[in-house]
């Protein structure tokens, strides 16, 4: 039997950068008929009703029907991790992230941590997450099969490295390749489940390393490939003592194969022109991680400059270095990194990237990120009275835009009234006293 759900549908028809905020599509009174995981008819409600008298209805009132959050950068194994205080990246990484890393080479453990990550991110409204795992196989293998288990879309990789890190933490160039190869065999194309070469970054990884997954992404071009490029200056100084042949901090990966139109490069904080240059010419896309940038203390990421050169831009909390699992918060963060570059960017363009623009970052816009016939459904439910504080602004609210940003700049998954995945109704955790 179809589900009818009923509320204000919100999505895109357009890129909002590029169109202005008309490339949104708002209807106040809006339907969405799903069956078999499917998006099958949008349209206004009393329309659909007539259409499809069978169906289940779920009416939700004066809530928002948005395409559920797509998170393009995340690491699930730095859950336990999240807010711990006061390092930047390379302290960061050593003191907190890779103790808590190296755990993971226990399955039960692993699986323990997949599970909780994503309860809290469907909690929080996101459909889709982009992750890294740790090095070792069975942290990928207890992600896909909690993801898998859940019927969600999902991507994540083998973390590669296999220098610059503790014992028990590193791998080496041949087991790289083969485990990743392994894995990418076993997951990428299972239901909904997508696998992502995935080097850490060039300074854990020798350049042998970075040769051989350049190897396996040119026998795997489908695949996505994602890292870490220019976070931080001292991160960036760091690198040109390890690679002191190489022009700037994406020539290392571009000279081992691993510059290509299918690469997903998160922060891309402190670019040269010849970076940008070279990224916006093979298409690549670059993700914003405005929590983490700021909670690590990276930099203000270029939106607006790097939407004008036309590259694919997604959205990601980043967490654990990233605060919070919110992508309203993390869309409140970009809000904020962009006011300090002295753009005030609209609500659409704030919605648009942890949706479409995220979708499109992992090359999944004709599947996910959009409300419209044919596209999975992965819908999640926003309630935009979800606070006293929040409530009592958008009562003021003069335009549907107006009544959707006091929920962007304070919401959290107290917003989150309903999440559905692969057409099924997600069963959220209560809500506590
Ligand atoms: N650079 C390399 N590894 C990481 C990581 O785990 N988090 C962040 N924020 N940056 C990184
Ligand atoms: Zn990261």
């Not at 659909?48 to 004066?62: F, I, K, N, S």
């Not at 000279?255 to 940008?276: D, K, M, T, V």
Request: proline content about 6%.
């Amino acid at each position: 039997m179809p589900d009818l759900l009923l509320g204000q549908t919100l999505t895109f028809a357009a890129d909002p950068f590029a169109e202005g905020p008309d490339a949104a599509r708002h209807d106040p009174h809006g339907a969405i008929l799903v069956q078999d995981g499917m998006i099958r008819a949008m349209g206004p409600a009393a329309d659909l009703r007539t259409a499809h008298p069978q169906a289940r209805v779920h009416d939700y009132g004066r809530a928002v029907l948005s395409a559920g959050f797509v998170d393009a950068h995340i690491h699930f194994p730095q859950t336990a991790i999240i807010a711990s205080w006061g390092k930047r990246l390379i302290d960061w990484l050593n003191t907190y992230t890779f103790p808590e890393e190296m755990r993971f080479g226990d399955p039960a453990y692993a699986t323990e941590i997949a599970a909780r990550t994503f309860d809290l991110t469907l909690a929080h409204g996101t459909t889709t997450i982009c992750s890294y795992a740790t090095i070792h196989p069975e942290s990928v293998d207890a992600f896909f099969q909690q993801a898998q288990a859940r019927g969600l879309r999902a991507l994540a990789g083998k973390t590669c490295m296999d220098r610059n890190a503790p014992d028990g933490l590193r791998d080496a160039p041949q087991s790289a390749y083969d485990d990743s190869k392994r894995l990418l065999e076993r997951w990428h194309g299972q239901d909904r489940l997508s696998y992502v070469i995935t080097p850490r970054f060039s300074p854990t990884s020798s350049p042998e390393q970075l040769e051989a997954l350049g190897a396996l992404w040119a026998e795997h071009p489908h695949c996505l490939m994602q890292t870490h490029l220019s976070e931080q200056v001292d991160e960036i100084a760091w690198l040109r003592s390890l690679y002191p042949q190489a022009r700037d901090y994406l020539d290392t990966y571009e000279s081992f194969g691993l510059l290509g139109p299918n690469g997903l490069y998160g922060h891309a904080i402190h670019l040269e022109p010849r970076e940008i240059d070279r990224l916006a010419e093979v298409d690549a896309a670059v993700v914003h991680c405005p929590t983490s940038n700021t909670f690590i203390g990276s930099g203000l990421f270029d939106l607006a400059g790097l939407k004008t050169r036309g590259l694919r831009v997604g959205l990601a909390t980043d967490t654990g270095g990233g605060s919070s699992f919110s992508m309203l918060r993390t869309m409140a963060a970009a809000y904020e990194v962009a006011q300090l570059r002295g753009e005030a960017l609209h609500p659409a363009q704030l919605w648009w990237l942890a949706t479409a623009g995220s979708a499109r970052s992992l090359r999944l816009q004709d599947r996910i990120g959009t409300l419209a016939p044919g596209m999975e459904a992965d819908i999640v439910v926003v309630d935009l009275e979800s606070t006293p504080a929040i409530a009592q602004r958008a009562a003021r609210a003069e335009s549907f835009w107006e009544a959707l940003f006091p929920t962007i700049m304070m919401g959290d998954d107290r917003a989150i009234r309903a999440v559905w995945a692969g057409g099924q109704k997600v069963t959220l955790p209560p809500a506590t006293e």
